[in-house]
């Protein structure tokens, strides 16, 4: 039943990268496509740990949250660029 | 007859399998949405909370196949949960900025803009902040 439920999670996901992608590509302004990024970071979080269900491997976990981490440093560095011209200043 | 495995895998079917709609569902509202102050409310509530589900469902998995208690997915979880609205007041604050100078960013919304504060200040996504700034929420 696991097995049908992590398929069924993939198909969601792979969807919602597809939607995300979209957006990404459509715009119109540059905070949309820093949402989209934004998203698309989170959807691989769950894929990552989707994956580590469907191989029974505990170990992707550091993956995931190196990936949290670096896409929240880096959202938060576009928009600074985008406020400021300058990251740190 | 119910054995108490069965009980645990419906329970961690039923969490990956809710985690993942709510994912999908803050996608969808990112194409959906009309503009971006309103785009910003699929991503950080929707796609946050299916996540949290889906590592709530692995928490209950590994327990399940591994027998052990693991603490990461916790961490991913709250770790997100205290990011999001940190990137999504970034994210509002550039859309702001984006208004403020009148270019392809200040797309008003059906809900318009927040209101100002009453007296000199401006919001403080413009300036940088030097003495004598006025500050945004200040009562003048």
Redo the contacts between chains.
């Keep these: 039943m696991i097995g049908y439920a992590v398929m069924f999670g993939f198909a969601c996901l792979v969807l919602a990268f597809a939607l995300n992608l979209w957006r990404l590509l459509r715009g119109p302004t540059v905070g949309d496509r820093i949402v989209a990024l934004d998203t698309m970071v989170i959807n691989a979080i769950a894929l990552i740990v989707l994956t580590g269900i469907a191989t029974n491997n505990a170990v992707s976990f550091e993956a995931a949250l190196l990936l949290a981490m670096v896409g929240f440093i880096g959202t938060v560095a576009y928009c600074k660029f985008q406020l400021r011209g300058d990251i740190i200043e | 007859m119910i054995q108490p495995g069965l009980l645990a ?2 329970l ?3 969490l ?2 809710i ?3 709510f ?2 569902v ?3 509202g ?2 959906r949405l009309p503009t ?1 102050m309103e ?2 409310h ?2 950080t509530k929707a ?2 909370l ?2 949290g589900g ?2 709530l ?2 928490v209950a ?2 327990q399940l ?2 027998g ?1 208690w ?1 603490a ?2 916790l ?2 979880s709250i ?2 949960f205290i ?1 999001a609205p ?2 999504a007041n ?2 509002a ?3 702001l ?2 208004v403020r100078l009148k270019d ?2 200040g ?1 008003e919304g059906p809900a318009g803009l927040p209101p100002k504060s009453p007296g000199k200040g401006d919001w403080a ?1 413009y300036e ?1 902040p030097h003495r004598d700034t006025p500050v945004a929420t200040s009562e003048e």
């Design positions: 895998e419906i961690t079917s039923l990956i399998v985690g993942a709609i994912a999908l803050g996608s969808w990112l194409v971006l785009r910003l699929g991503p796609t946050t299916g996540l889906i590592l469902g692995s998995y590994f196949a591994q052990v693991s990461q997915e961490l991913v770790f997100l990011t940190i990137s970034m994210i604050k550039v859309h900025h984006g392809a960013d797309i996504t940088a």
